[in-house]
Structure formats: C-alpha cells, structure tokens
C-alpha cells in the first residue's frame, strides 16, 4: 500500500496546493483541492505540529508561534513534507470534515464514490 503524497494528488487531478492558517492545529497548513460528483473535494494533510527541535521558549517546550512560522515554516515546499501521513478529506469547507485517509487506494476509492474517478499510479 502507497501513502498519499503530493505527487500522488496532483498528479491525479488535484489543484497545486494553497497556504492557509489552521486554528485547531496553530499551524499553517495545506488544501488541495478537486472537483467531485456535487461539491468541492478538500484534502489536507496533517502537519506535523512544530518541528520537534524547535524549542525557542525553553527545553521540552515545542510551540512555535505564528509570527515565526512565517519566516521559518510556513512555506508550500516545506509544508508539503511536514506532516505526519494522515490525509483529511474535507466537503466544501474546514467546516465539513469527512474522512482521514493515509493510503492512495483509499482516495481512489472515495473519489469514485464522488462521482470523481481517478486511476492508481502504476509503481
């Protein structure tokens, strides 16, 4: 079973990915997005929630505020490889989460029942 990654979704259809702020997380995040059967197919992956060695406010304290994830992580090439493997499938919005996927099949799958098929890569 291969893993979702960037090359994987655009490949397949998804648009290169946007930028945007995560409230939950506190960190910048993700979005690709592609056209399914009646809605917008959103998916995300999980960031990794501050680089682990990052510890500006002391040892054993990993908070990275966002004044500096702007300047340090917060770029598309970089968060597109700080995450920790979970893809999840928003409809619509952040408002609508649907699924968490780790594995391409599981987005084949799911975009088939969207009224979206798309093709596994042959690896």
């Not at 500006?56 to 908070?63: K, Q, R, S, V, Y």
């Not at 300047?71 to 979970?86: A, N, R, V």
């Not at 699924?99 to 798309?118: D, L, R």
Request: with cysteine; glycine share 4%.
């Amino acid at each position: 079973m291969k893993p979702i990654s960037h090359e994987f979704l655009i490949e397949h259809g998804f648009e290169k990915p946007i930028r945007y702020w995560c409230n939950h997380f506190e960190q910048f995040r993700l979005c690709y997005k592609i056209e399914g059967y009646d809605c917008d197919v959103l998916v995300s992956p999980v960031p990794q929630t501050v680089p682990n060695e990052y510890n500006e406010f002391g040892d054993n304290i990993h908070f990275m505020p966002p004044q500096v994830q702007v300047d340090e992580f917060s770029s598309i090439s970089t968060l597109q490889y700080h995450h920790i493997g979970d893809f999840q499938v928003f409809i619509n919005s952040f408002e609508n989460h649907c699924a968490t996927f780790e594995h391409e099949h599981q987005i084949v799958n799911f975009m088939a029942v969207c009224g979206k098929p798309i093709k596994p890569i042959n690896h």
